[in-house]
Nanobody, 125 residues
């Protein structure tokens, strides 16, 4: 199983970036997908998640209204559109996959079985 995150980089405050997470070795309809982030010296933070069929999404409070998660199961890829970026969005962003039939909530990182290597996002003021 491999989750390959990409799309990170440097953006100005108020700008946008689009992250992608290409999965291989997993069947998309068997997994919910999520994005987490971790800034230096801080705990890993839930950003967004999407159900196996895209019918349900959830967002962390700090990104609601600015970020949008989506997925294309035909391409086995998940996206995170990040608009109105703020300096506090600076972090390494990780995509993760959790089994569809597991219990628990989207926000709990311990429920995710597979993790990508992360892509770094830096937002300048």
């Amino acid at each position: 199983v491999q989750l390959q995150a990409s799309g990170g980089g440097l953006a100005q405050a108020g700008g946008y970036l689009r992250l992608s997470c290409a999965a291989s070795g997993i069947t998309p309809i068997s997994y919910h997908m999520g994005w987490f982030r971790q800034a230096p010296g801080k705990e890993r933070e839930f950003v967004a998640a999407i159900s196996w069929n895209g019918g349900s999404t959830d967002y962390g409070d700090s990104v609601k209204g600015r970020f949008t998660i989506s997925r294309d199961n035909a391409k086995n890829t998940v996206y995170l559109q990040m608009n109105s970026l703020k300096p506090e969005d600076t972090a390494v962003y990780y995509c993760a996959a959790r089994m569809r039939f597991n219990g628990g909530t989207f926000v709990d990182p311990s429920q995710y079985r597979y993790w990508g290597q992360g892509t770094e996002v830096t937002v300048s003021s």
